[in-house]
């Protein structure tokens, strides 16, 4: 019976002793507002409308001595129907420092909360919240980019042609505020929606298909792709997401991308069809150049036809580009050589991914001998000649007395690299002394 009291008589006296330092010994070095969505927690941000849990950690510090208990915490708001117990009391990090942890379901709007020790105000603090509104105000999509696949190539792009793209694809960089955990619970997703037109043909002579064109616009297909994000990405504050089109485009016209939260656009691309002869007028020789090879292989690229020596070789390389913004197409084009007397000699053919950046095209080089009966290197896309470079020097202009000029005895294919030549021979006349 002593030992009983004389336990009993310790206690009473650590209590008492606790009570009346009330709660002036009890420390609270930090509190953390958190929310728990889909199995992930996340700290120090503000509480969105659809959060699972809400959670606040509490660091005390207890005194030596003081005995410990979950129970002797709890936390109320006015926003709150009843007082909230503490969840758990565990040790971390030094010995005197514990974690008291208070879950509870979230309300519409949380003011502030206050945690209480023995039904004494401890420490109060405000609780940031998020609407759906504010959150979708600080949602952003980056860089939304549509791509296609031509082949084996998968390629940004705004303009295509018809029966080439095999897939059609969206990208775009996903930023928030937050992080993208709310986006669990909202319906992002892609539309794709395929829009024809008749007759009408826009800027420079190519059929315009723009779905904001009311009067002779005509919906077609419309195809609604959700998004999905793992866990990780939802944790970020930005993700890069990609998606699928169901189908390939396979009529011209243009396909709108539109990237969406329910019925508000985030944002919209375009990609036109072309059709196969609007390809082929939007195609140009954007430049030309001569590729010199000497007798060791070494090679080197000049605007300017260069002399050949023994042993050495001599090829074109055209640079090929579209008129069309954001194209991508291939395109089969063939590099053939011009005899004298107007027959073509095949040299290389190949299919060749365009854009509206040129495309460097370098078949390969002609020996020194096998120039003897080119005139000039043309490169065609079937029976269409983009554009050709010459073998031979330019000829030069006979005047005559009465002020005219003879011609020369046989076609100069004009080029480019003509032109190079001409401005370099002009220089070099005003340049002279005299």
Known sequence: MHNWLKHWRDWAMREFWWLLQRHNNLR?????????????????????WNADAVLVEVLVRFPPGAVRRKSDFSLRSPALDAVVPASSLQRRGAEDCFVVLFRFCPVRELPSIEVLWRDRPVVRTAVPTISP???????????????????DYTVPCRAIPIKQCTGLLAAALLQSSTSLL???DLDLHVEFVEYTRQGGYGRGGFRDSSPHDGEQQLEGNRYVVPVRLTGSQLAR??????????????????????????????????????????????LYLADSRYVHQDKLGRLNITKVLPTLGPGERLGPCFLIASREEGLAALCSLEVVGR??????????????????????????TVSEADLQNLIAFELRQGSQVLGAISTCPAPTATFTSEGGFKPPPEEHPWSPASDEELNARLQRLSSAPG
């Open 28 to 48: 609270i070095t930090d509190i953390f507002c958190c929310y728990e969505k889909a199995g992930i927690i996340v700290r120090n941000e503000p509480i969105p």
């Open 133 to 151: 509104t504010e959150f979708l105000a600080g949602l952003r999509i980056e860089q939304p980019t549509t791509f296609a696949r031509l082949g």
């Open 339 to 364: 005899q004298r007397g107007q027959s073509l000699q095949p040299l290389d053919a190949q299919q060749v991914l365009v854009t509206d950046v040129p495309t460097p095209l370098a078949p390969g």
């Open 237 to 282: 504050k930005e993700a890069q997401v990609i998606v699928a089109a169901p189908r390939p485009p396979k009529r011209t016209g243009v396909w709108a991308v539109s990237w969406k939260t329910g019925r508000q656009t985030l944002a919209r691309t375009e990609v036109r069809i072309l059709a196969k002869k609007a390809l082929a007028r939007s």
């Open 182 to 184: 709310p986006l669990a």
